[in-house]
């Protein structure tokens, strides 16, 4: 093997839900190639193709457009632009998460267009969709179009976006400000005062892409008889398709969003632009509408938010923390879009999982001319976990203190309050710590001297460095009532039917799963179905950590009440009381006699022989509208790395990397370690490679040619996962959310061992071999 | 279904023939149509994966001549008498390739978008080369993105498969 | 989606050659295709015929006359990794080959498309130019025969006049007793700078050396004034002038900055990589 590794403790006897030998289901079809992604569709008679105008200004007046010759050529079927809108209102719906931001009284003004209306505010924003009988003709239309841009000053950096001499994006709003949000407690100068030391220290994080192997937005939208239904990504079907209802003020029930399987995902693949253009296209001409956007396109329709993370630290002589004031700068890009969210993440996050009785945390979130930035796997808690856990080591440092010795000190124990309003921490560091530690060789402690810095003219070996880091989330968030429904056939077997897509967590195996053990059935008996809103069953979406805990509990109501039901029509059927029958072995007992699931199904009669039995399940997150509302649990871990940096050209190579997270339970332990190594590739990808780059008024990387992305070669062979298991978590079984705790820890990790090898803080990521070598010096 | 290239705006077209999995295709194709296009469109083999049309990513990877290829930005003339394999080929019979079998037993795909091209890349070099190291299978691979991060299943996956090969021969 | 257009199989020089000229700038060569196809994806490039000269005899030949390894300008970059003929004559070839982008392209892309499209982002240019190549140029009107160095006139530009087409490149083995070792710093998809060296050393003094860099600068350079400062030095002195060469470097290569690093970062790679490259080559002495 190549040295991943499941511990699973107290005791590996513990119960195993899922025996790692059942592989996934859909695996299958997979790997030979018969999984249909949204291209991959049959198209629906008539499908006309739509071909994309977008604004290859960052700034700029739309002064003109005129689509005339475009709607003449012999193909074209129907034009969307801003003299094209035929009385809709063309502004989106803000995301509505305001109510997790204190400073906000009610929702932000919906500040995106469908189209550009005005002024086009980012490089790639929509201007105009044309629709045409084939893809090569909506192509040359969208060539006709004439367009007549006033090129404007961009403004790329947040902070210089708060400036009072930077254009303003929004004349209407007058500032670039667009929310602030703060939380403290106890008394952060008093804090400070106490303090024997206060450190000041700046981390920042540049905007980023999820890109997902399936390019974002692509869709087939069909309008009929009134209706539409669209067949599309999302992780959100309910959340989105109300809100494409909404958009086209029609009736919600009469939008029907079907989700097949998404080719990843990350946050991405929400509502886009391209698919309320579809559905305006599908509308006018009558046609089905199917859009397959370029990576290019893809690459401008979402990103991660750039932040600006300042920090003061204040510790006492033994290295106790007593206060901590951060203020951040939030890059949201052009509109709203996931501005709220991502500030309140990083609000709640910017103390990391240390104890501090003094803490006031300040953010600004800012406008600027990038593409629209939302939620991002570990929206804002990727950004703010690298700059807590560098500051962290680098307070340690300057105190003189190991920095592992530094962390145990002031990590937050099991039972100990967080933050108020939230549960108490459920995990333990300490265990944790120890394990990444081992796993990589090593007993955690740090030499206080670097290796050292050597010059260029003499030969030397690579400069070794190790770190070890935390990292904190909350478990699962907020959401609202989950639905699933499990049904019965004649044959015995049960359907789950929900709301959930699998962007390739493996959201259908667990139902199966949960289903199965549920209800005793062995899994080829369980049929997951695929998510359409026609089938109304809410569930708020494939995100935050909350699926295997919000879905999953309502996928074990659905089969616990599937079960009753049958007992229900048993008693009904072949008499007694409930309190007399049993439900075993895929059987209804009652004293001698036993009946399969599929004869009680069989026994209503009602419809023949398609007799169905169903139950409705459901669950709720705890309640709360406030900053931690509905936080049930933490997501932890603590990640190790051993890296090596050449100390002439600055390059990295990652020797040994190891995550220990507490999983709750494992309920498909491939799933479980696909999403920890698959989390801490990304990880990788954003330490040491990723960044949109916008420059010259334009985002200059929108490709992968250009825009880097991990591969094989750079991922250690040595790469450990732990997977702990109390069973203490509240999903099915005990599981707990754990799929966004290694992305975070990649990050600080490298840096922390950076300096540890050389003696040098790269305060930003990417973590690149130029900005070594300009930190030691070299030129 | 509408016809992605309009046969009207096309200006030449090549009769050809290729070997489509063991299959023979006989029939007409533009000049500019890409294999991409004829394998997803004319043929419905639609494991062949879109994405970065760009030679970067390995999505759209089949086999020509036994040589890995990418798909979106070769032309499907140009495999006139060629045989071409995807990844609906590699099973015979209903009976997985170990390199598939293996990808299952270890998870090699999440999300599954790149899975096609992974698999179609790794078995090229198992052809290549029969018992090839961790190093020269990411060497190999290094031109296959997965952004689910799956490169260590994907690893493994090969290195059993390659191991299964061997006890096959 | 590419625009439609037209194929020419010309079955020679000749043909290929007028047809060439007569169509001008509506035709373009057509070879492996592995970046034409992207520049006309990307309305780069429009064409409405491609001139496939696949099918030309004698384009896909790699042979050795005794004197010099002759490669067809339609012979891929695969082939050339892989070719026992490279491998034994021009290891330094096989090497920078080898590393070119991904398994794919290698498969698809020539050389004669690589070295025609010259972009600066490049690995053969660096190593050919360091074995002294010529190309010949051919058309209806003849052949001739220039210096790689002088056929790279420019970033994305070469010496071909109209109508004339890369038919072969000259490629001489360097000479027995040299090494010679081919580096790269390498990020995205093209290297963001190689460096080619070979240097012959006796006791431990460079006698002889070759010294090129590539993709700082529009085109690869050889870097005579730096091989003659080294010619006679011991190899420690020689790698330290060739790491204090900043200056030197920044005036020939002419760096700038971009997504791939800033111009000091690459003046400052390209340094320390010469030094490493003579000193890897001076152990290699004798290898090839």
């Known amino acids: 093997m190549l040295g991943h590794e499941s511990m699973a403790t107290p005791a590996d006897t513990r119960n195993i839900i899922s025996p790692t030998a059942e592989p996934r289901f859909d695996l299958r079809d997979k790997v030979t190639g018969q999984t249909r992604y949204v291209e991959d569709l049959p198209e629906p008679a008539g499908t006309a193709y739509a071909a994309m105008l977008l604004s290859p200004y960052s700034h700029a007046r739309l002064l003109s457009i005129d689509s005339s010759k475009a709607e003449k050529l012999p193909g074209v079927v129907a034009i969307l632009d801003r003299e094209h809108l035929d009385g809709l209102s063309p502004m989106l719906h803000t995301p509505r998460y305001e109510y997790m931001v204190k400073t906000l009284s009610g929702p932000l003004p919906n500040d995106q267009p469908l189209v550009v209306i005005d002024k086009g505010r980012f490089h790639g924003e929509l201007v105009a969709a044309v629709a045409a009988d084939d893809l090569r003709t909506a192509q040359k239309a969208v060539e006709l179009i004439d367009v007549n841009y006033e090129p404007l000053e961009p403004v790329f950096d947040a902070a210089a976006a708060l400036d009072a001499s930077a254009p303003i994006l929004h004349e209407s709003k007058g500032t670039n400000l667009l929310l602030e949000d703060e939380m403290e407690w106890g008394n952060v100068e008093r804090g400070l005062r106490e303090a024997a030391r206060v450190f000041e220290e700046t981390y920042t994080s540049p905007s980023m892409f999820h890109h997902p192997m399936e390019n974002v937005g692509g869709c087939v939208a069909q309008f009929l008889n009134d209706e539409a239904v669209i067949w599309g990504a999302t992780d959100a079907p309910f959340r989105d398709s109300d809100e494409m209802a909404d958009f086209f003020q029609m009736d919600r029930e009469r939008m029907r969003f079907r989700v097949p399987y998404i080719g990843g995902h990350f946050g991405a693949k929400n509502v886009t632009n391209y698919m309320l253009a579809a559905l305006f296209l599908s509308r006018k001409s009558r046609r089905p509408v199917k859009i397959v956007p370029t990576t290019e396109a893809s690459f401008r329709t979402t990103a991660r938010h750039g932040m600006i993370y300042t920090a003061k630290a204040g510790v006492r002589s033994d290295g106790t923390l007593t206060a901590l004031d951060v203020d951040m700068i939030i890059d949201t890009g052009a509109y709203t879009t996931g501005a709220v969210l991502a500030t309140h993440n990083m609000v709640i996050s910017a103390w990391g999982c240390y104890r501090i009785p003094n803490v006031r945390i300040t953010a600004r979130c800012a406008h600027t001319n990038k593409v629209p930035a939302s939620h991002t796997r570990a929206t804002g808690k990727f950004q703010t976990t690298w700059a807590v856990e560098c500051l962290i080591d680098s307070v340690a440092r300057k105190m003189g203190m190991d920095p592992t010795d530094f962390r145990k000190k002031n990590l937050l124990r099991r039972g100990e309050l967080v933050v108020q309003g939230a549960p108490p921490m459920d995990a333990d560091y300490l265990e944790m710590m120890d394990k990444a530690a081992a796993a990589i060789d090593w007993d955690g402690h740090s030499s206080m001297e670097p290796q050292g810095r050597s010059d260029s003219s003499s030969p030397s070996p690579p400069a070794k460095g190790r770190a070890l880091v935390l990292t904190l989330r909350n478990g699962n968030q907020g959401g609202g009532r989950a639905y699933a429904m499990a049904s019965v056939d004649v044959r015995g077997n049960v359907k789950i039917h929900h709301n959930a897509p699998d962007p390739g967590q493996g959201i259908y195996n667990l139902i199966s799963i949960i289903a199965a053990k549920t209800l005793e059935l062995p899994r080829s008996q369980i049929i997951v179905g695929e998510p359409d809103t026609a089938v109304s069953l809410p569930f708020s979406g494939v995100n935050a950590q909350r699926t295997t805990i919000q879905l999953g509990n309502a996928v074990k109501n659905a089969c616990e009440n599937l079960k009753q039901e049958l007992v229900n029509v048993a008693c009904e059927i072949k008499g007694g009381n409930p309190s007399e029958w049993r439900v075993a072995d895929a059987r209804l007992w009652r004293a001698e006699q036993s009946f399969s699931f599929g004869d009680v199904a069989a026994s209503i009669k009602t419809l023949g022989d398609n007799s169905v039995l169903k139950a409705m399940g459901s669950y709720s997150p705890p309640s709360g509208r406030s900053a931690f509302g509905g936080l049930d649990h933490w997501a932890t871990s603590a990640a190790a790395v051993e890296l090596e940096v050449d100390v002439e050209t600055g390059e990295i190579k990652i020797l040994q990397f190891s995550l220990v997270t507490d999983a709750g339970k494992i309920l498909h332990f491939n799933s479980a370690k696909g999403q920890i190594e698959g989390g801490a590739v990304m990880g990788f990808g954003h330490a040491l490679f990723e960044e949109t780059v916008y420059q010259d008024g334009q985002l200059l990387n929108a490709d992968p040619f250009q825009y880097r992305l991990p591969t094989m070669q750079d991922i250690p062979e040595l790469f450990r996962t732990i997977l702990l298991e109390n069973e203490d978590g509240p999903g099915p079984f005990g599981s707990k959310g754990m799929s966004q705790t290694s992305i975070t820890a990649v990050a600080p990790a490298v840096g922390n061992a950076i300096y540890d090898a050389l003696g040098i803080r790269i305060r930003s990521v990417p973590i690149t071999p130029e900005k070594i070598l300009k930190a030691l010096g070299k030129f | 279904m509408a016809e992605p290239l309009a046969p009207i705006a096309t200006l030449q077209s090549f009769a050809i023939e290729i070997i489509v999995n063991g299959t023979p295709w006989k029939g007409n194709v533009p000049a500019e149509e890409v294999l991409l296009d004829f394998l997803r469109y004319r043929l419905k083999l639609t494991g062949t994966k879109r994405s970065c049309e760009s030679e970067v990513c390995g999505a759209c990877t089949v086999l020509v001549e036994g040589k890995p290829i990418s798909s979106c930005s070769y032309l499907a003339f140009e495999a006139n008498e060629k045989s071409v394999t995807t990844i609906e080929g590699l099973a015979s019979g209903g009976e997985l390739d170990p390199l598939q079998e293996a990808f299952i037993r270890n998870l090699g795909a999440q999300c599954g978008f790149c899975t096609s091209g992974q698999i179609m890349a790794a078995k090229a070099l198992l052809l290549n080369n029969p018992a090839p190291s961790y190093e020269q299978i990411s060497e190999w691979l290094n031109g296959n993105i997965c952004r689910c991060g799956c490169y260590p299943a994907i690893a493994q996956s090969i290195l059993e498969a390659a191991e299964e090969y061997k006890n096959r021969r | ?288």
């Open chain 3, 1 to 288: 989606m590419l625009q439609p257009f037209r194929v020419l199989a010309p079955a020679n020089i000749e043909q290929a050659s007028t047809e060439l000229v007569r169509l001008g700038e509506r035709a373009t060569i057509y070879a492996g295709g592995a970046e034409l196809i992207l520049l006309l994806r990307y309305g780069m490039v429009h064409a409405e015929y491609l001139i496939n000269i696949k099918c030309i005899d004698g384009l896909s030949e790699i042979s050795w006359d005794g004197q010099t390894v002759q490669i067809g300008a339609t012979v891929t970059h695969g082939r050339l990794e892989t070719d026992p003929l490279i491998h034994e004559r021009l290891p330094l070839l096989a090497v920078a080959e080898s590393q070119i982008a991904n398994i794919r392209v290698r498969n698809q892309g020539t050389l004669g498309g690589n070295l025609c499209f010259n972009d600066p982002h490049s690995d053969p240019g660096t190593a050919l130019l360091l074995h002294e190549a010529e190309v010949i140029l051919a058309s209806k009107g003849g052949r001739r025969r220039i210096p790689l160095s002088d056929f790279f006139s420019g970033m994305y530009e070469t010496a071909l006049e109209p109508g004339e087409l890369l038919e072969k490149v000259f490629v001489a083995p360097l000479p027995i007793e040299w090494g010679a070792v081919y580096l790269r710093v390498h990020r995205y998809q093209r290297p963001t700078l190689n460096v080619a060296v070979a240097a012959k050393l006796q006791n431990g003094t460079v006698e002889d050396a070759r010294l090129a860099v590539g993709c700082v600068g529009p085109k690869p350079q050889r870097l005579s004034e730096l091989e003659a400062k080294i010619r006679g030095e011991k190899l420690d002195g020689a790698k330290r002038i060739c790491a204090d060469s900043k200056r030197y470097l920044k005036d020939r290569l002419e760096p700038i900055d971009d997504l791939l690093g800033s111009a000091d970062y690459k003046i400052y790679m390209a340094a320390v990589l010469l030094s490493r490259a003579l000193s890897q080559a001076g152990q290699s002495n004798g290898k090839g």
